[in-house]
């Protein structure tokens, strides 16, 4: 069992930056692939990008956002950079390893971002 815990949400202008943050539970953190979704008002949850063996990012957000992790300290980040009020979200955490062929995932409880135009 992985439980994950965000921060780093807030409210900040367009152009401006915010770091969120995933503190992960458990011994086994860096076997697990990490990724960062989010979800919009009215809208379904999407990728916002991934770490495992490479690093993964949406179009939207590629040159803007850097995902990154420290396995010491069971946490992964998102640097967000130039932020547009299309960023506008509820962010989550995203945990998910296969082993013997059974897939395991986790989410956190997500943490709100609102860039202002």
């Known amino acids: 069992q992985v439980q994950l815990v965000e921060s780093g949400g807030g409210l900040v202008q367009a152009g401006g930056s915010l770091r969120l943050s995933c503190a992960a539970s458990?011994?086994?953190?860096?076997?697990?692939?990490m990724g960062w979704f989010r979800q919009a008002p009215g809208k379904e949850r999407e990728f916002v990008a991934a770490?495992?063996?490479?690093?993964w990012y949406a179009d939207s957000v590629k040159g803007r956002f850097t995902i990154s992790r420290d396995n010491a300290k069971n946490t992964v980040y998102l640097q967000m950079n130039s932020l547009k009020p299309e960023d506008t979200a509820v962010y989550y955490c995203?945990?998910?390893?296969?082993?013997?062929?059974?897939?395991?995932?986790?989410w956190g409880q997500g943490t709100q971002v609102t860039v202002s135009s």
């Open positions: 770490i495992g063996d490479s690093t």
């Open positions: 995203n945990a998910v390893n296969s082993i013997a062929g059974k897939t395991y995932e986790y």
């Open positions: 458990g011994r086994t953190f860096s076997s697990y692939a």
